[in-house]
């Protein structure tokens, strides 16, 4: 989700239940933010199941991933409940508890005990504090909602590129003349794309490839194009030209590239990508001298956040299985154990972390690969790991 504070003294509060989806939800929070992510609850076999989410007050964008059958997720706001089926979607609630659901991609249904309405991309409902649900109908231009431009800075950049490649910046407000700069680490080969997203008056957005050869944009959406991207770390720089007012615009910065869905192991110039296949896992366990024998491994096939891996073993004489769910945080890895047996028993996830802290050496909380890591997903079946030379 990206989130955008709430009036002042007021709070949203998020309280994940259970619901089910083949990957988890993206969530891109906007800082500072009164409402820290929570692990979400899954199944035994790491697929979330039955979310529901309360939000009190503010602004919040969501991405949910192909639902499976018999699966939801929904938010529940003061007026009504916005129910969700793999879409982009945005609430927000105002302080006297209208609720407006504007929905990007797939389709909504917002409803409570007086009836519902079901939005379509592109289309908006309202659902007033006395109940009443208005009908579907067109987006409606709104300057505080930063949502719109990030949303199309994020699709400028989709196309030919990897999912799961984007990393977002948003930045402070920005004035005339002023800039701000960000990094992007690239292990080279294909192609980069970046794009800036703003509400409205004039900015600029340069990149700066690790050749040293720049190349800029402007624009309402500018986007930067560079092909036979060479390996490194990319400099995107976001300059505020004119009509920015005394308050300024915050700027919303997208950037993705393309790379191959198989095992790799590339260092250059600061860049790092790492490509494993559950094969490649299998034999970096063995390696390592942990005592688990008969080692099998699956990976989730396409998750644009994070990573699923299934095993089983034998470890000190005890079979066992489990789930995991991997995901970078602060440039290291973060292990959240989802579910696990012993000798058929289900075992309890804390027990779970102790175990992987115990045969890794390391907090599976913050395990460190030997390099800062940028973004962690999977790809056919690959877990795909982008970074940078710590």
Known sequence: MR??????????????RSRTARAPPTRRAREPSSAPPTPWPRTRKACLHDVSLTQQVGRIFTNVQHLVSGASFDVHGKAATASVRGTKF????????TMTVKVFVGTVTLHNSSGSVTINAG????????????????????????????????????GGTTPGTEQDFIGAPLHNGEQQQFTYSYAGGSLVKASLGYPGSAMKLTVKAPDAQQYTATGKLPVVV?????????????NGVSGLGTDGE????????????????????????????????????????????NLKLTISENSEAGAIVTASGI????????????????????????????????????????????????DPSNVNPGFTVDRLFTCNSVMMVDGRSA
């Open 3 to 16: 989130w955008t504070p709430p009036p002042r003294s007021r709070s949203t509060s998020p309280t994940p």
């Open 226 to 238: 560079i092909k036979n991207a060479p390996a490194g770390i990319y400099t995107i720089t976001v």
């Open 250 to 293: 915050g700027p919303f910065v997208a950037v993705a590239s393309l790379e191959s869905c198989a095992s790799a192991d590339i260092e250059q110039n600061g860049a790092v990508h790492r490509g494993y296949s559950a094969q490649d896992l299998v034999a970096a366990v063995q390696q390592s001298g942990v005592s688990v024998s």
């Open 315 to 362: 470890y000190d004489g005890a079979g066992w299985s489990g789930s995991v769910v991997l995901v970078a945080h602060n440039g290291v890895f973060d292990i959240m154990p989802t579910s696990g047996t012993v000798f058929g028993m289900s075992v309890p996830a804390q027990q779970l972390v102790q175990q992987i802290g115990a045969a890794i050496g390391q």
């Open 123 to 158: 289309q908006q409902a309202i659902a007033n504090p006395n109940g009443s649900i208005g009908p579907a109908g067109p987006i409606q231009p709104d300057p505080n909602d930063p949502f719109g431009p990030a949303l199309d800075a994020s699709n400028a950049v989709s």
């Open 90 to 97: 945005e609430v927000l609630i105002a302080a006297n508890g």
